[in-house]
């Protein structure tokens, strides 16, 4: 079967730096996203890696490893307005897109 | 309209009842899809659209039908509701086809009670 997992739950301080992790399991690979959700909203585009290394985009970067068939969100001087799910999805060999459950971030001030 | 816009925001259904879920996008996108939202679950694909008149089934879509008959509207129709199909219901669009980035509309809440 197909899996993506995601921790479901983290907590950060506000200024401080997190890093997401998202590891997956699918029948082949053809790309990975990163979605931002805050509460009760749609999720909203962040990231998008194929290759694998680190892209960065201002205050998030997103790092990608094919053959471990892993990645993360990195998320630096945090701020309150963070506070939301992070949600990682797979682009599959059937160009399906596989969507993990998502984390939830907290930031405390 | 400035992206995609859904209709209504929530609904109260009673079971057995029909329901269509309006999606519009001003974008032109040729692929539209259909999710829905369940807590603790991804965001699972119920149809989708890479053009205007055709559809596919996703991975939850009994229970459910899609029409496509312009690249602007994507509807989603609930024959018989049940109360599982209680959820958040989420449509998006891309240009091109799923390795691009898709834009969210802001979501219908649906209960069937």
């Known amino acids: 079967g197909q899996n993506i997992d995601q921790p479901t739950e983290m907590t950060a301080t506000e200024g401080a730096i997190v890093q997401i992790n998202c590891t997956y399991q699918t029948s082949g690979f053809n790309g990975l996203f990163w979605y931002q959700q805050h509460a009760g909203e749609a999720p909203t585009f962040l990231s998008y890696n194929v290759l694998d290394g680190l892209e960065e985009k201002g205050r998030f970067s997103s790092f990608l490893s094919r053959s471990k068939g892993y990645s993360y969100l990195l998320l630096k001087e945090l701020q309150m307005k963070d506070s939301a799910s992070y949600l990682c999805?797979?682009?599959?060999?059937?160009?399906?897109?596989?969507w993990g459950a998502g984390t939830k971030l907290i930031i405390k001030p | 309209i400035a992206g995609i816009t859904q209709a209504p925001t929530s609904q109260i259904l009673a079971a057995g009842r029909r329901m269509t879920l309006r999606c519009t996008q001003d974008?032109?996108?040729?692929?539209m899809y259909w999710y829905r939202q369940d807590l603790g679950l991804g965001l699972r694909l119920i149809h989708y659209s890479n053009t205007a008149g055709t559809t596919g089934k996703g991975e939850v879509p009994d229970g459910y039908s899609v029409s496509r008959a312009n690249t602007d509207d994507f509807p989603l129709t609930l024959a018989s509701a049940v109360p599982s199909q209680t959820s958040v219901y989420f449509c998006?669009?891309?240009?091109?086809?799923?390795?691009?980035?898709?834009?969210f509309g802001p979501g219908t809440r649906l209960t069937v009670l």
């Open positions: 974008m032109r996108h040729n692929a």
């Open positions: 998006a669009s891309s240009d091109g086809d799923v390795n691009n980035e898709q834009f």
């Open positions: 999805a797979v682009v599959d060999s059937n160009y399906q897109l596989i």
